[in-house]
C-alpha cells in the first residue's frame, strides 16, 4: 500500500491507547482476560491496512473479538481515524511485522486468521515474504485452535495459485473456495478497501479458507 508518510505517525498511534495495544507481547497468552475481558473467540487480519475489513467485521460480529495487524505506523494512524468514533470494545490494533507473530499470541489463541489482499511479492527470490507461504503458516499453526482457519482473497492470479500449492503441501484441508467471489457474491462477504477498488474495475477475486484441522 503506497502512502504519503504521515509525520510523526509513531507518536500519534499513542493518541489511542485504548485501541492500539503497544506492547503486544505482554499480552501473549492472556488477550482474552487482559484486553478483553471475555472468552469469545479472537479473530486476526494481518496487514489490516486502513482497516475498513476489520472495523465492519467488529460492527456485525460482536460476539467475536478482532485484532488487526499492520506493519506501518501511517498506514495504522488511518484506521484509527476511521475507527475513532465507533468505540468498539471487541477491536485492538497493533503495529508489529507478522514475521513476529508468534511473539504475541499464545497456543490456540487464535480463532482465524484473515488475509486480505496480501502483498504478492512477485519475484521468486521473494517468496518467503509472501504471508502464505510455508514459514508463514507454520506460525499460524502455532497460535491457531485445532480447527482454526485461515481466509484468504486476492486480486492477483499468481499470489492465489502459490498459495493453494503451499496449503495443499502443508496439509491443510479446503473448506472454500472461489475463483469469482463477486459473482454471486455471497451475503457473508465483508469488502476491504482494496476489494472495493477491484470491484469497481470488475476484477476477478479469488478466495479460499483454509483449515489448520487437516484433510478429512
Ligand atoms: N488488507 C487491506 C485491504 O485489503 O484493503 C490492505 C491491503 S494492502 C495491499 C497490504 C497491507 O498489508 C499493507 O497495509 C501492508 O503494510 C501490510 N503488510 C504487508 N506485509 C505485512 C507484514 N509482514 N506484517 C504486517 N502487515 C503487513
Not at 460492527?59 to 495504522?76: A, H, R, T, Y
Not at 469488502?191 to 483454509?210: C, D, T
Request: aromatic share 12%.
Amino acid at each position: 500500500m503506497r502512502l504519503r508518510n504521515i509525520p510523526y505517525a509513531y507518536q500519534k498511534l499513542t493518541e489511542f491507547p485504548d485501541v492500539v495495544i503497544q506492547n503486544p507481547i505482554d499480552f501473549k497468552g492472556l488477550w482474552a482476560e487482559k484486553i478483553f475481558g471475555n472468552k469469545n473467540g479472537i479473530h486476526v487480519e494481518i496487514g489490516a491496512g486502513r482497516g475498513k475489513f476489520i472495523i465492519n467485521s467488529a460492527m456485525q460480529n460482536p460476539g467475536l473479538n478482532f485484532i488487526g495487524i499492520e506493519k506501518f505506523d501511517s498506514v495504522l494512524v488511518r484506521a484509527l481515524k476511521k475507527n475513532v468514533d465507533k468505540k468498539l470494545t471487541n477491536l485492538r490494533f497493533i503495529k508489529i511485522d507478522a514475521q513476529k507473530i508468534n511473539d504475541c499470541f499464545a497456543k490456540n489463541e487464535i480463532e482465524k486468521i484473515y488475509l486480505n489482499f496480501s502483498d504478492p511479492w512477485s519475484k521468486t527470490v521473494y517468496e518467503k515474504r509472501r504471508l502464505t507461504s510455508r514459514i508463514f503458516l507454520e506460525k499460524y499453526k502455532k497460535i491457531l485452535a485445532g480447527n482454526g482457519i485461515l481466509q484468504f482473497k486476492t486480486d492477483n492470479v499468481g499470489l492465489f495459485e502459490f498459495s493453494v500449492k503451499e496449503f495443499n503441501n502443508f496439509g491443510l484441508r479446503i473448506d472454500e473456495i472461489r475463483l469469482d467471489l463477486h459473482n454471486s457474491e455471497p451475503s457473508w462477504n465483508i469488502r476491504s478497501e482494496y476489494e472495493e477498488k477491484f470491484a469497481e474495475s470488475e476484477k476477478k477475486i479469488f478466495f479460499i479458507i483454509v483449515n489448520f484441522g487437516g484433510k478429512k
